[in-house]
């Protein structure tokens, strides 16, 4: 049965999945790991073809889940968080449907659901898991989060509602998309609070840090990505992802090239590969913040000064918090190796494999390859996909693509599909497809009038100062969960 143990434990405690996913980050620094893969074998992938995408989810998170939930009960909230009526837009009720550009290059759409943002994917499953195991032990659940755009929305759409569950989200004053903040102002009410820092995000994550710090605040819960079940819930869509690639024919290899910051959706594709998933190479695609990029090609993990504000915002980071979960792969049951290597970067800005007898290349030893964009590079991307097959793609998948084209230079011969994951719809930044294309995508009707609504909406974000955790703190006595 699967277990869980933290990335930085040297007694290696086990633990199941209800416990990892109400902890979210460990006691020690740590993030929580399985003890090992599970493994899908080609038979359960055919199996698995052609079917709704609940029933692949069911199958592959069950693996994850393990016995911690009933599999009647797990397929039950799966079927809620994937409900039809979530993804209106889902072309023949395929949430994660392939689209081809070109023979060889497809997107996987993975932003249908109700934020239009792939964090919905994880997040909605999320919400159910939280409220059901808070059902089994009377116990509630109060949250607290920082987003500088996307997390916000969708942690918002997943948790509204829910008993036992109270959310609080601190977000800047200024950076995020107008449509964006219109998403998150709709929200607002009910068990869902919105408090506008006037600050940057960095402002917003360090306040959610200082109070997690008070005795009184230790218990909050978290939504960002470094908890497992995000990670773990996306492993299905890789697995649906293939099998429309190959149209069947389980055993042709797949690349997948994956938008990333937090590294949180190229690592579930990882996973899906060493549970046995026919996956060559894990391309990884990042803006004009390369710390990825430059951790494959060079084998140097460094933070930079501070991040590039870009045209695909949700990958301005200067940390990639989920790669330790791959640290502890390079370190196999070595736990001491993985928080000497994690704590020389986070006191010295950077760490280098070599220092740890590590070759350079490891990562592409493992099956990762990495590029990175220009905004230009993403405005001819989307003029791309536009010209080639009459989709309008959104900068970040636009990332994906810009690597995507020029990975296939190297490898025209090979015809592996590269599969790229598209993490946005394009509405959410009608700007730069403006920019691109000189018209603005259509919106899908759900959105249609969101930033009026939202400006009707008085009073739907509170506004604190940076640092000012007494506001804060007082904010957060009224939004606590019964
Ligand atoms: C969050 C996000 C990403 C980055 O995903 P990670 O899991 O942090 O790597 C990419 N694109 C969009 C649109 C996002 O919202």
Redo the contacts with the bound molecule.
Sequence with gaps: MIEYVSTRDPEQTPYNYNFVLMQGLAPDGGLYVPTSYPEISHDKLADLVERPYVDVFAAVNSLFVGDSMPLDKQRNLAEQAYATAKFPDAPGGNITPLRWLTDDIAIQQL?LGPTA???DMALQVLGQHFQHILGETGESLTMLGATS???GSSAEAAMKGLGHISLTMLSPEEGMSDFQKAQMAGFSGDNILNISVKGRFDDCQDMVKALKKEPEFAQLGAVN?INWGRVAAQVAYYVHGYTQAVEGDIGRLVDFV?????????LAGYIAKQMGVPIRRLIVATNENSVVDELIQTGVYSKPPKAHITS?P??D?TV?S?YERIVADIFPNDPYAVTDYMRTFESKGIVYFREFGVPTDILYRMGFESGMSTHQNRLAAIRYAYDRSNTII?P?TADAVTVALQEQMYNAAEHIPLVCMS??LPVKFEHTIREALGLVPERPARFAGLEERAAAKAGSFALIAAGDLKSLASLLRENTAH
Excluded: L, R
């Design positions: 932003s943002a792939f964090k755009g996307d997390t990505s994956v938008p990333t910051g937090n590294f949180g959706n190229v695909s949700s990958m980071i990639a989920n959104d970040h993490t946005a």
